[in-house]
């Protein structure tokens, strides 16, 4: 079983077995050096929070005590400019926070860890509230960094009214597919551009899960998917 709040849920033979997997394969392509008198370790990747602010309340969220916090978005965007020329130089950056398309701003950062800090791909985490927001950044993304890869990661927790339930807004999961597929419509036009599906395994999702993956990416044409294990207790 699993430990979560309350209790215990059981855990798929499947899902153990892709998670070990993937655990596996991540440790073989992203070895770390240490050896003394070699250049400063290799960064595989780097998580960087860009803002507190979020529109939804996702009953996993290990952040849920800051969101929304009074100092909003941390470092402005002048910070961000003097940080990351200091900054290892990691094969992926991924963004999150918070929903990173609340920063109006967000285009700007990516600008410079691509620009200034020689950064070659970048992953953007979504809720996908916000539509035309996200539309309208993601084609400044593309239009301004053409040699970024680009990918957008996509949350999507299971069928609608438990996705809305996990994401703690009616309406969620229809918004979040209408940015998914407006999006979608960019990527014939950005070969560097690509989009994912993530999925966060917890005790209100679990037993749907087979079935939703098959039909989400039926119907949601996503470039990967991925099955994230909650944080905590959820």
């Excluded at 803002?51 to 005590?65: G, V």
């Excluded at 978005?73 to 929903?99: F, H, K, N, Q």
């Amino acid at each position: 079983g699993w430990p979560v709040r309350g209790g215990w849920c059981r855990v798929p033979g499947w899902l153990l077995a892709a998670f070990s997997k993937a655990l596996d394969d991540f440790a073989m392509a992203c070895p770390v050096s240490l050896s003394p008198g070699l250049p400063a370790a290799f960064v595989p990747c780097m998580i960087l929070y860009v803002t507190s602010r979020c529109a939804l309340a996702c009953r996993m969220c290990f952040y849920h005590e800051h969101l929304n916090a009074a100092h909003g978005d941390g470092l402005t965007l002048e910070e961000w400019r003097r940080l990351v020329p200091r900054l290892p130089r990691p094969l992926i950056v991924t963004i999150t926070g918070g929903e990173p398309f609340l920063r109006g701003d967000l285009p700007e950062i990516v600008y410079c860890l691509h620009h200034q800090g020689g950064l070659r791909q970048v992953t953007i985490n979504t809720g996908g509230w916000q539509s035309d927001t996200i539309v309208e950044a993601v084609a400044r993304i593309l239009a301004e960094c053409p040699k970024l890869h680009l990918r957008i990661d996509h949350s999507f927790d299971g069928p609608e009214p438990i996705h809305d339930l996990i994401r703690g807004r009616a309406g969620s999961y229809a918004r979040a597919r209408d940015t998914f597929l407006a999006l979608a419509r960019l990527r014939p036009h950005h070969r560097r551009f690509s989009q994912a599906l993530t999925t966060v395994v917890q005790r209100d999702n679990i037993e749907v899960l087979p079935e939703f993956i098959g039909r989400a990416i039926d119907e949601l044409p996503a470039d990967d998917y991925h099955l994230v294990l909650a944080r905590g207790t959820p």
